[in-house]
């Protein structure tokens, strides 16, 4: 449940929860729920339960046992602020990335406002960068919710970006990240609508991340950018 990743902007994954349901249209394709049917195939313990929300309390502690310092996806099989994670759990999995700092931890939800709703009984510190999801502009709610959290790191995942994002209000954020969807079914990206996120975020002063073009063989296709790789991340001010 934890492991190096081939995610472009992290280094490792943790997933103390795994399992989850479909939330909006970016999840229609979702990837994790993918993955876990292939694991259940496999046997895999962890996913005896399928993708249904399931805690594993015995993996909280297990990035004190990671000496080098690396930057943690937290809950890339699940998401932590879902409905089924009670919050007693979420301050467990907060107390283990305060009790080690040298790690960098990346989660996103797309419950934004249990997010919003929680954020006053969780510790916060600057290893700890908070994220949502936004695909399109019918959820750009999600981003009101994300800027008023005392995350010190806001940002966001546009990935799939299935829509453009007119409606993108970048105050109180610090990085945006940007991707296609990849895999079976795929749906198109259009470059203006990369372009102009980018554009706001230089406008801005936002860091800027591309991940990919995506579609069903996302190597085919790179995450070249007008002749050049986008891979900027926040800076810290404490």
Not at 46 to 60: A, C, Q
Request: proline content about 6%.
């Amino acid at each position: 449940m934890a492991g190096n990743s081939s995610i472009e902007w992290t280094d490792a994954t943790w997933n103390p929860v795994t399992g989850c349901n479909k939330l909006s249209q970016g999840c229609k394709n979702c990837y994790a729920e993918r993955m876990a049917k292939r694991l259940v195939a496999m046997g895999n313990p962890r996913y005896k339960n399928g993708f249904n929300v399931t805690l594993h309390y015995d993996l909280i502690d297990l990035p004190y046992k990671w000496r080098k310092p690396r930057k943690v996806f937290v809950n890339s099989m699940s998401d932590l602020f879902h409905k089924q994670v009670p919050l007693e759990f979420i301050q467990k999995v907060f107390n283990t990335m305060i009790g080690t700092p040298q790690h960098t931890y990346q989660f996103l939800t797309k419950r934004s406002e249990r997010l919003l709703k929680l954020s006053p009984n969780l510790p916060w510190a600057p290893n700890i960068w908070a994220g949502t999801s936004v695909e399109n502009d019918d959820v750009t709610f999600r981003v009101n919710h994300l800027r008023k959290t005392p995350a010190f790191i806001r940002f966001l995942s546009c990935e799939p970006l299935i829509g453009p994002l007119t409606n993108l209000d970048l105050e109180g954020i610090h990085w945006v990240i940007v991707g296609g969807e990849s895999g079976p079914g795929a749906r198109p990206i259009e470059a203006d609508w990369v372009r102009y996120i980018r554009d706001k975020c230089e406008k801005e002063d936002v860091a800027f991340f591309f991940k990919q073009w995506g579609g069903v063989q996302k190597h085919r296709f790179g995450r070249i950018l007008d002749d050049r790789t986008y891979d900027e991340y926040p800076i810290i001010t404490v």
